[in-house]
C-alpha cells in the first residue's frame, strides 16, 4: 500500500518477527514410517536434543504442526495417506524429506515404492542418509530454519 | 488290483527298495501311511513333497503327529522351469518333539488352487493372505483371502516373474543452487 | 387398562385412593431386577459404569473406528479397524501393507553380498538378526561354515542388538502408556550401544555387517572397554527403570490382565518370541535349534505365566540382563582367528593383495560385478530375533542371484494375535497391547 519508508520499515520489521517466531518454535508432525523414524527419535531423545530448538513435542494431529518430516520410504498404499495428512496441516507448513527412500525411492527402485516423496507433496529440504544420522536430520532443520529466517522459503 | 502273485512280489519289492524314509521316529511315523508323499533330505532338512489333492490330510496328519506351529506358507514360481508353475511350501514346526519339516506342493499355471491350511493351523490366515497377492495362488477355505499387502485395487501379482521390477529411470530433477 | 378415562397414578389428598396399578401407557416399567445390581448401584454398594457393561444394547449401537496409519501410538504404519461398543472392543481388524516395499522383489535382483543391504531394512530395529538369518541360509546353501571367531563376533552384536531393540521396545511401551520419560532413557542407553555400532559397523542402524562367509570386518582395537562400559552401565539403568514402572501401582494396573492371549491361542496362531513366553510356553530357539556357536554360553530364558503386558515387559527386561551376561561371556572367551571364509571363491581378497597378484584381482572382479554362484537347492534357517522366529526361505537356481528370498517375519504373524489380545477389552487397552506386541512395520511389510 504505502511505499514510504516508514511504512515499508514496520512492514519489514514485522516480517521478520513473524519468521523468527516461526522458526523458534516449529512443531512436526510425526510422519514416522520407518528406519528413519527411529533416527528421528533418536534426535528428538536426550543425546541430539531437538527440545533446545523447541522441538521436541511431535505433535500427533496434523492441524497442530508446522512441520512435517516424511521420515521413511512411502508406498503405493501409503501415498494418499500422505497427502490427505499434508493437506490438513494449516499453512504455513513445511516438509523435509529425510532420507533416501523418501527423497528419490533409495535403493528400492519398483514396483511398491513412490519414486521421491516430492511426487505427492512439495518438498523444502532433502536430508540424504539411510538411514540419516540425527546430525544429518539436524543440519537439515537448521538449514530450514535459516531459510525461513532469510525469507527464502515462505511457505 | 489283483495281479499273479509273482508280479505283485516284484512290485512290493521294488517299492519298499525305492521310497527312502526319514530316520527320525516320529516322522517315519508321519510319512508311512501315505505312499504318494515324497520324503527329501534338502541340506539335512527334511522336505516332504506332498501331491495337490493331499496337502490338507496331510497337513492334518502332520499336526496330529505333533507339529503344534505351522510357521510359514509362501509360494514360488517356477515359470517355464517346471510342468506346474507354482511351488507352495509350508514350514512346519514341532515344539515337544524338536523337529522341523517342510512340506512342498505343486499347482499348476492355469487357476492355481491349493486347499487352505487355516481349518489346521488360524496361523496361517495372513501368510497365505500374502501368497495369494504376490504370486495369485487361490487357497480354498480362505476365510477371507483378499489382498494384503498391495493396495486393494492393484491388478496383478507382483512376485511372479512375469511381473516387472517396476523400475524407474532416475529423474534430474531442476533445483535450486543451495548457497 | 382404562379406555377414556386415564388414569392418574397420583394420590391426591381427600379423594379416595386410585388404583396404583401401574398401566403400559407411557409409564415407564419398573422391574425388579433379580440381580438386585440395580438397587445395589442406586444405593451406591456399587459402583459400576452401566453404560459400559449394560448388556442390552443392540447390534445398532456399534461403532467403527479407524486408528492409523497414522497414528503415534501404532508402531508405524499399522491401520486397525475396531468394532467399538460403547468402550468394549468387540472385533478388530489389522490392515498393513502400509509400507510394503517389494523386498522379496528386489532380493531377486540383487546378487548374494548384496543380499544383506537388503534384507537388514526389513526389520530395522533389529537389523543385524535379518542379517544373520540371511547369511546362514546362504552359507547352508554354499556349504560353507564360518570360523569360529565370525561366529562369536556375530554372537556379540546380535545379543547387543537384542539389547538395543528391547530398550525402543521399553521406551515405546512406556511412552505409549503414560510414563513418557521412559522414551528419553530408552534412547539415552541405546545411543552407547550405537556408537559402539557405528565404530565397528560403520553405521548406527542398517549395518549390512554379517555377510555370508563371515563379517565384514574385524572388531576395532579397544572394543573391549566400549563393550565393558555398556555392561557396566546398562543394568544400573535397568534399575532406574524399575523405580519408573515396576514399583509403579498405575503402571502395574494399567499392565496386568491386560492383553492376554493363551498358550494355546498363542500356538495355534504361530506367535513366537516374548509374546508367546509370556503365556508359559519355554521356547527360544537359540536353545532348540542353537546357531552360530550359541550353544557355547549358559544363559537363561525368561518364561512368563499369565500372558499379559505385564508379563512381556518383564520378559524383556530379564532378556535384556541375560544377553548382556552372553555378551560378557563372548568378551572374555573370544577365539584368535578369521573373521571371515577363506574360501577365495567366497570372500573378496584383502585390498592390500590386489595390487600384488592378478588372480587376487580377478577375484575381486568377479565377486562384485558377477557374485558367487550358489549351488541350486532351497533352505530355511531361523534366528531368535527380539520379536520372535525371524526365518529366511532361500531358493537357489545355482545363479548369482537368489531365485526366491522369502523371510518369516516374526511380527507379521505376530500381529494375528491383535484381535485375540484385544478382544473384549476396553479401548484404553490397545495401545498398550500394540506396544507389548511390539510389531515393527518394516518387518510385517517387508
Known sequence: MATTAPGNLLMTTIDK???WARTRSMFPA?????????????????HYDLGRFGMEVFRASPRQSDLMVVAGRVSQKMAPVLRQVYDQMPDPKWVISMGACASTGGMFNNYALVQGVDQVVPVDIYVPGCPPGPQSLMHGILTLHDKIMKGEIAS | MTDETGAVETEEAVEVAERPLPDNEVLRGLFEPFEDVGWEDSRGQDVARVPNERWLVFATAAKDAGFE??????????????????????????????????????????????????????????????????????????????????????EGHPLRKDFGVGTVPVQFKESHKVS | MSDDAKTLDVWVAGTEEPELAPTDEGAQEISIDESGRRLDEQFGRVVEDDYVFDDDTDEDERMILNMGPQHPSTHGVLRLQIELEGEIIRRTKPIIGYLHTGMEKTGEQ???????????????????????????????????????????????????????????????????????????????????????????????????????????????????????AVIEELPRRLGQYDDLLENNPIWVARTKGVGVISAEEAIAYGITGPA???AGVDWDLRKAFPYSGIEQYEFEVPVGEHGDVYDRYRIRVEEIKQSLSIVEQVMDTIPKGDYRVDDRKVTPPPRARIDESMEALIHHFKLFTEGYKVPAGETYVAVESPRGELGCYLVSDGGARPYRMH????????????????????????????????????????
Open chain 3, 276 to 278: 508367546l513366553r509370556s
Open chain 1, 30 to 46: 510425526s510422519f514416522g514410517l520407518a528406519c528413519c523414524a527411529i533416527e528421528m527419535m533418536a534426535t528428538g531423545a536426550a
Open chain 1, 17 to 19: 518477527a513473524a519468521r
Open chain 2, 69 to 154: 506351529m505351522c510357521v510359514d506358507v509362501t509360494a514360488v514360481d517356477w515359470m517355464r522351469q517346471r510342468p506346474d508353475r507354482f511351488e507352495v511350501v509350508a514350514n512346519l514346526l514341532s515344539m515337544q518333539h524338536r523337529l522341523r519339516l517342510r512340506m512342498i506342493t505343486t499347482a499348476p499355471r492355469q487357476e492355481p488352487t491349493v486347499a487352505s491350511l487355516v481349518p489346521v493351523w488360524p496361523g496361517v490366515n495372513f501368510p497365505e493372505r500374502e501368497a495369494y497377492d504376490m504370486f495369485g495362488v487361490v487357497f480354498d477355505g480362505h476365510p477371507d483371502l483378499t489382498r494384503i499387502l498391495m493396495p486393494d485395487e492393484w
Open chain 3, 407 to 446: 523371510t518369516r517375519a516374526p511380527s507379521f504373524s505376530n500381529l494375528q494375535a491383535l484381535p485375540i489380545a484385544m478382544a473384549d477389552s476396553l479401548m484404553a487397552d490397545t495401545v498398550a497391547t500394540i506396544a507389548s506386541l511390539d510389531p515393527v512395520m518394516g518387518d510385517v511389510d517387508r
Open chain 3, 110 to 228: 540383487l546378487n548374494f553380498s548384496q543380499g544383506g543391504t537388503n534384507v537388514t531394512r526389513m526389520d530395522y530395529l533389529a537389523p543385524l538378526h535379518n542379517e544373520l538369518a540371511y547369511s546362514l541360509a546362504v552359507e547352508r546353501l554354499l556349504g560353507i561354515e564360518v570360523p569360529p571367531r565370525a561366529a562369536a563376533i556375530r554372537v556379540l552384536l546380535t545379543e547387543l542388538n537384542r539389547c538395543s531393540s528391547h530398550l525402543v521396545a521399553l521406551a515405546t511401551n512406556g511412552m505409549d502408556i503414560g510414563a513418557i520419560s521412559m522414551m528419553i532413557y530408552g534412547f539415552r542407553e541405546r545411543e552407547q550401544i550405537l556408537a559402539f555400532f557405528e565404530k565397528t559397523t560403520g553405521l548406527r542402524m542398517n549395518h549390512n555387517f554379517i555377510r555370508p562367509g563371515g563379517v565384514a570386518a574385524d572388531l576395532p582395537p579397544g572394543w573391549k572397554d566400549d563393550v565393558a
